[in-house]
Nanobody, 121 residues
Framework: QVQLVESGGGLVQPGGSLRLSCAASGTIVSVSAMGWYRQAPGKERELVVTITSGDSANYADSVKGRFTISRDATKNSMYLQMNSLKPEDTAVYYC???????????????WGQGTQVTVSS
């Protein structure tokens, strides 16, 4: 069984910073693409950023220049450094990963439980 666990959310003032972490655990053969998504109250879940196994990142326009994604393949972990946070960044942030748990099965999509980020004065 695979689990994705996020951490690092919280309350921060506008202009502040937070760093989110996501760690995958369980029976893992390989992790390909990973990403962060977010969902604000009353809105659909949206892409924040994805990163490939080759460390190629794709950011949503709304976070370009403010957020930075990184990953540590040796730890099956991923991080999101969020700077210059705005009230509109307030949402539950979800970790996502495409993981292969066996050489005989396809890559599957896994999600974390989410971590709340609130940007408010």
């Amino acid at each position: 069984q695979v689990q994705l666990v996020e951490s690092g959310g919280g309350l921060v003032q506008p202009g502040g910073s937070l760093r989110l972490s996501c760690a995958a655990s369980g029976t893992i053969v390989s992790v390909s693409a990973m990403g962060w998504y977010r969902q604000a109250p009353g809105k659909e879940r949206e892409l924040v950023v994805t990163i490939t196994s080759g460390d190629s990142a794709n950011y949503a326009d709304s976070v370009k220049g403010r957020f930075t994604i990184s990953r540590d393949a040796t730890k099956n972990s991923m991080y999101l450094q969020m700077n210059s946070l705005k009230p509109e960044d307030t949402a539950v942030y979800y970790c996502n990963a495409l993981i292969r748990t066996s050489w005989f099965t396809r890559v599957k999509d896994y999600w974390g439980q989410g971590t709340q980020v609130t940007v408010s004065s």
